[in-house]
């Protein structure tokens, strides 16, 4: 049986080159407004989503940016260009991070922007590396929340910022309810075809960037502004395109395109959330 970290660079390494050839180089949601009510082309609502955030987090500048689990350096290469920055990408999957450092050659960017097969539970870097360390759309992965948040803590340049979007469940603390046996059942389901340990809530996140030392905490949850992507996923999948690159790519490709709408279930149960987090250092 292989180990969460083998299965989730199986699934990367399978399925990235299906998303790229589909989709472009953005492996997360889109923005769709606030309401999630704005309709756009696909590229341009993951381009969105990244410019709120910005916004969101007041980004004015950047020299050493840290972007944690980089996937095929989407995120990474916007990044540099758009702050004139050097930036690091680390990525389980070999196949992700040698497509993410040719396409920044062909970007001009090799000189500002290397990419390697890291672990994001203990990075190669030296305390107090990056000011900024930008993590989208990973955290759902790691095994351990605790650990993520300490080395994305550890390697931030005092006065450093953070962003961290992830994949949540809802909050459960009272006076909320706890999950229910079907909210569980829907959990697992969806932590099995995407390879995630587990996921928690927004405010359990806070709480364990709060007890890490990060200074100027902020959250929010953008479900309702990024909820629709679900949809348009939905759409692209059953082009004859897809369908036939889903034949190419492996089972745990095709699984995972078979259960698209079990994402969709759970942001209209109000189960999934899409938590935001920014701290500094
Ligand atoms: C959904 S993709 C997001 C990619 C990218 N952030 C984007 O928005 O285009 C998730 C990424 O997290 C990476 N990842 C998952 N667990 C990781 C870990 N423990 N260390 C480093 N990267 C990890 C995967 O390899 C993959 O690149």
Request: charged content about 20%; some cysteine.
């Amino acid at each position: 049986m292989p180990t969460l970290q083998q299965q989730i660079q199986q699934f990367y390494d399978a399925s990235s080159g299906l998303w790229e050839q589909i989709w472009g180089e953005h492996m997360h949601h889109g923005y769709y407004g606030e309401a999630g009510t704005e309709r756009k082309e696909r590229r341009q609502a993951q381009i969105d989503l990244i410019e709120e955030l910005l916004k969101w987090a007041d980004i004015q500048q950047a020299t050493q940016i840290l972007d944690v689990g980089c996937g095929i350096g989407g995120s990474s290469l916007y990044l540099a260009e758009k702050y004139q920055a050097t930036v690091t990408g680390i990525t389980l999957s070999p196949v992700q991070a040698n497509r993410a450092i040719a396409r920044a050659q062909a970007a001009g960017l090799g000189d500002r922007a290397t990419f390697q097969v890291a672990d994001a539970l203990e990075m190669p870097f030296a305390d107090q590396s990056f000011d900024l360390v930008w993590s989208l759309e990973s955290g759902e992965h790691m095994p351990d929340k605790q650990k993520f948040l300490q080395e994305c803590y550890r390697v931030l340049k005092p006065g450093g910022k953070f962003i961290f979007v992830t994949w949540c469940h809802r909050p459960t603390a009272a006076p909320q309810a706890p999950l229910t046996s079907d909210e569980r059942k829907l959990l697992e389901r969806i932590y099995q075809v995407y390879c995630l340990p587990y996921v928690i809530s927004l405010p359990e996140y806070e709480a364990i960037a709060q007890a890490q030392g990060f200074q100027s905490l902020r959250t929010a949850d953008w479900s309702t502004a990024v909820a629709p992507f679900w949809d348009v996923v939905i759409d692209s999948a059953i082009t004859p395109a897809a369908v036939l690159g889903l034949l190419g790519s492996g089972w745990t490709t095709i699984q995972a395109a078979l259960s698209l709408g079990l994402m969709q279930q759970g942001y209209r149960r109000g189960l999934i959330r899409f938590g935001l987090l920014y701290g500094t250092r």
